[in-house]
């Protein structure tokens, strides 16, 4: 009971962080192996709360999908066949080797979380990318999305300026989209190999629906800076904790 109960407040502060600044993941993945999931599953049950999200993102921003129609499908296709690559990369590596490889993956995700924004800033109008360039990324991204996903929403939106897409609004509209897609496909994969615990998964997708439907309060009382600062300083927090007990 207090595991879920423990679950579910986490998921419900990820979602309100997704829902203003973003890095819900970096609270929701080890809250899962805190409470005695493996790390495979866990990550695969994190895929599965937090996809419910991303996808009610992808319907409300739904209006600002104004990219042409030959890169919309481009890149979906991408995210589907890196999502797809992704999650078989991780189904097949062994639970010992993933929990070796999370520390670094923690740090990934942080650094990208903590930098992205200034990356993209001064990315922006410094680059263009031509198309083709611009699928390779985003199917290399997709990979590492349906292998562990943290930070990736970042990179999509540095891709998609460099990529000359100038709205913010559409930018957020794609990047829900090929998140969406990507993280589906994972989830199809994991589904099939049945390592998702549903219970887990369950809890945590309403947490998360209630956080993310009540950032928009909280968007208006806090400021997005602060609140990045903070989820900064827990993803530092806790890849220093994997760093010093690594996960077995």
């Not at 209006?63 to 030959?70: E, F, L, P, V």
Request: proline share 3%; glycine share 10%.
């Amino acid at each position: 009971m207090l595991s879920n109960l423990f679950l579910f407040i986490v998921a419900v502060i990820a979602g309100a962080m997704n829902g203003v600044a973003g890095g819900g993941g970096l609270i929701a993945f080890p809250a899962l192996m805190f409470v005695g999931i493996p790390p495979i599953p866990a990550n695969a049950t994190n895929t599965a709360a937090m996809w419910v999200g991303t996808a009610a993102s992808t319907f409300a921003y739904r209006q600002d999908m104004s990219i042409r129609r030959w890169e919309f499908f481009t890149l979906t296709v991408a995210s589907v066949l890196g999502g797809t690559i992704g999650s078989y990369i991780l189904l097949n590596t062994p639970s010992k080797s993933f929990a070796g490889l999370i520390p670094y993956l923690m740090l990934t995700a942080t650094l990208l979380f903590a930098f992205g924004k200034r990356i993209n800033s001064w990315l922006q109008n410094r680059f263009k990318l031509p198309m083709w360039l611009v699928i390779i990324f985003q199917f290399l991204i997709a990979i590492y999305g349906g292998f562990f996903g943290g930070g990736g929403g970042i990179v999509i939106l540095a891709i998609l300026e460099m990529m000359g897409v100038k709205s913010i609004h559409t930018m957020n509209a794609v990047k829900s989209w090929l998140a969406t897609t990507l993280n589906a496909c994972a989830l199809l994969y994991f589904m099939k190999a049945g390592i998702i615990v549903w219970s887990s998964a369950i809890l945590m997708a309403v947490g998360a629906l209630i956080g993310g439907y009540s950032s928009a309060f909280f968007a208006r009382k806090v400021s997005s800076v602060w609140v990045r600062n903070f989820i900064t300083c827990i993803g530092v927090s806790i890849t220093s904790y994997f760093f010093l007990f690594p996960a077995k």
